[in-house]
């Protein structure tokens, strides 16, 4: 845990309390950075942690979001649900809160629901019909709680492990195209939102499209094999 440039220091063992106190039951190493600016009040936020998990929130004094109750709000309710998901198509994805505030889950593309959650731990259910991409995130203004799940045609898919390996079992022989998806890192700019808690207006950060790399693979009968993906901008 590192805090630097953010003023006050009865805040920041607050913040930090929270921080650590959340993490605390979380298997695994964490790291926690938050930087403050001299020249505007907003900190950025860092968090990595085990799996290659990685988030980044710019947290505004002027909504309120350095107060620790926000940030536990974060790491509580947010943060770790910002994760990539898979799923087959015509099966169905269960989301539930388990944090005292009210979020409204909104989902694009190849799904379009809109989800309140006023309850504690109250699942919901829908149906994911169509493969693609679902764009997740929550219309209640708590801007940093965003996450994507791809609904996908067939049972061969995989989410990467920490050193960004993969496998896939029981596929047929054949020639196939795999396909290598990461979500967009650069941060183009920001968008208003109303964060109906404090009913202020907040930013929410606008990162680049996704990026995908495809490459051929041919699958022999009892046999393995191997692929390797170059991530680049390109």
Known sequence: MEMQHTGDPTQQREVAAVIEHMLADRPGDWRVWIVGSQANDRWEMRIVGPN???????????ADEHRPEVIRVILGGGCFAGEEGMIEDRSYASLKSSDH???TIH????????LPFPFVDQTVTRNMNNPGLVNLRCNGGHVWMNAEMMVVPHPYYAVTDESGKF???GVPPGHYQIVA?????????????LDVFTQRSVQRT?????KTWEESVAVEP??????KFALSEK
Do not use: C, I, K, Q
């Open 206 to 210: 606008l990162f680049s499209e996704p």
């Open 167 to 169: 496998e896939l079992d």
């Open 222 to 227: 009892s046999s393995t094999t191997s692929v």
């Open 52 to 62: 290659a998990f990685e988030r980044s929130y710019t947290l505004e004094g002027s």
């Open 107 to 114: 989902m694009d593309g190849a799904a379009s629901f809109n």
């Open 101 to 103: 505030v009210l979020y």
């Open 181 to 193: 998806w990461h979500e967009g890192w650069r941060v183009l700019g920001r968008e208003n939102a």
